[in-house]
């Protein structure tokens, strides 16, 4: 992995056999950000994306390996607790077309990925809520 900070931007290229979330991860620890946004695209050979059921407090989880094109991913950089958190939703598509997606938890690169961290000036921390059972923005 290797990136550069332009002012308010951190363009970044995560190479083959990284996996996306820890190298995020090792950006923002090493440049600071407390919040930020997210936008990349890339290919993948290996990725689990969930989906959250409000009802009973549960992500299920769908693992894929194989030849896969980022066609989406999104998500924001944030503090709970004052530490560092992610929140990430990731699709792709194999070579019919046919796209998954969800909540990213793990995706490991196969050729390359062209991320964009838009660094915000601020701090929103997150709570955990007992109705939801998700970690929610505290303003």
Known sequence: MEY????DT????MDRGEEILTELKKIALAENVKLA????LGAVDDFTVGVYNVAE???YSNHFEGAYEIVSLTGSINT???EYYSHLHMSAGNDKGEVFGGHLNSARISATSEMFIRVIDGNVDRFHDEVTG???FRF
């Open 57 to 59: 407090k549960k992500y």
């Open 4 to 7: 550069k900070r332009f002012k």
């Open 37 to 40: 946004e997210i936008s990349a």
């Open 134 to 136: 998700l970690n929610l």
């Open 10 to 13: 951190i363009v970044a290229r």
């Open 80 to 82: 709970m607790n004052g």
